[in-house]
């Protein structure tokens, strides 16, 4: 059994920027975010047409924009031309579509940390993982090191990318194998262990709704960091950290505050 160094970014992130107080996945929600003492965000990263990373969660833009149609069909340029900030309220009308590079710059102007979720599109799980983890390397650039990927390497200001999807985690790695990596899983299955290794991971990212103190501790004894979504309830997260979870995102950014000590382990 092999014990895992402390996890050393923020235990509790804002799910999309600014959970359900602003419009995800927007500069707007990152500000929002802040405003409530968070610095540190999970967003979602996917390719516009001309393969620039955004900050959108569907692949299609009818829910959370003015258009309509797959994401991969329009430029950036166009994107940020759309309204991503009406269907919330009408105070974040006009708010645009945001590039990475422009999510990033405000995150890095203000201290704040970030979870990337790198979000493909339909059949482009690889392409995206590339792209997205060379455009991270550049914004990083700086702050990289040799090794950097591995926990006791880990710079703590260099974000943590994450998917669901094998092949943009593996692609990631090769295009930019010092940014640290998690795996995400709705549900932790039998062969998490083998997966996490293949894939040179510091991090199992899981929903909590499926999570038991027996799988936690688990994880944990393999020495992997372990990190829940999305978490909106203040008892919730109290008992998932005394498990040993490292850290949450959560939507309720007004009812769960930004900075968490570490819980006793439950026995």
């Known amino acids: 059994m092999q014990r895992a160094l402390p996890w050393p970014y923020p235990r509790v992130l804002a799910h999309r920027g600014g959970g359900t107080l602003a419009p995800e996945n927007t500069l707007a929600a990152i500000r929002v975010g802040r405003r409530y003492g968070y610095r540190a965000i999970e967003i979602d990263a996917m390719l516009a047409g001309d393969e ?15 258009g309509r149609g797959a994401v991969a069909d329009v430029d950036a340029a166009q994107l940020a031309a759309l309204d991503a900030g009406a269907w919330h309220s009408p105070q974040f009308a006009g708010e645009p579509v945001p590039t990475l590079a422009a999510a990033v710059a405000d995150c890095r102007a203000h201290g704040t940390w970030i979870n990337i979720e790198i979000k493909p599109g339909p059949c482009a799980a690889a392409r995206t993982g590339e792209v997205v983890a ?21 710079d703590a200001r260099v974000p943590l990318l994450s998917s669901f999807e ?42 909590h709704r499926h999570l038991s103190r027996e799988l936690a501790q688990a994880v944990k004894a393999a020495g992997y960091w372990l990190f829940c979504y999305t978490v909106n309830d203040p008892a919730r997260v109290r008992e998932l950290l005394s498990w040993g979870v490292d850290a949450v995102c959560t939507d309720r950014i007004d009812l769960i505050a930004p900075e968490l000590a570490p819980a006793p382990l439950a026995t």
């Open 52 to 66: 620039v990373p955004v900050l959108i969660h569907d692949p299609t833009l009818s829910r959370t924009t003015s």
């Open 134 to 154: 060379r455009e991270t390397a550049r914004l990083y650039a700086d702050l990289l090191r040799s090794g950097g990927d591995r926990a006791e390497r880990a």
């Open 166 to 207: 094998h092949e943009a985690l593996a692609a990631a790695r090769a295009a930019a194998p010092d940014i640290p990596r998690g795996y995400l899983l709705n549900r932790i299955g039998r062969d998490w262990h083998r997966a996490l290794a293949a894939l040179g991971c510091v991090a199992l990212h899981t929903n």
